[in-house]
Nanobody, 112 residues
Framework: QVQLVESGGGLVQPGGSLRLSCAAS????????MGWYRQAPGKQRELVAS???????TYADSVKGRFTISRDNTKNTMYLQMNSLKPEDTAVYYC??????WGQGTQVTVSS
């Protein structure tokens, strides 16, 4: 089972952008489904976006048109490009291959 490590979080002003990376310890070529999740303070963890090996993508309604999920099998990495960030996007972001374990996540804070 591959291990996943998230990176790319930080503090950004409203309207700004960040790109999160999810680096795998091994090949992701054969992994069917990968996803980005987030958990805001006091809220349940939620699915933000998912992508299959065939390129099928889903987004939470709250991020449609602003976030873009992608995967690069040659680099064993999944990405989440986040544009037009809002304060309500503040959360710890996780990548995961369900139903595998959760990693440490990366903090995203949107604030002026």
């Amino acid at each position: 089972q591959v291990q996943l490590v998230e990176s790319g979080g930080g503090l950004v002003q409203p309207g700004g952008s960040l790109r999160l990376s999810c680096a795998a310890s091994g090949s992701i070529f054969s992994i069917y489904l990968m996803g980005w999740y987030r958990q805001a303070p006091g809220k349940q963890r939620e699915l933000v976006a998912s992508i299959t090996s065939g390129g099928s993508i889903t987004y939470a309604d709250s991020v449609k048109g602003r976030f873009t999920i992608s995967r690069d099998n040659t680099k064993n990495t999944m990405y989440l490009q986040m544009n037009s960030l809002k304060p309500e996007d503040t959360a710890v972001y996780y990548c995961r291959v369900p139903p595998g374990p959760w990693g440490q996540g990366t903090q995203v804070t949107v604030s002026s």
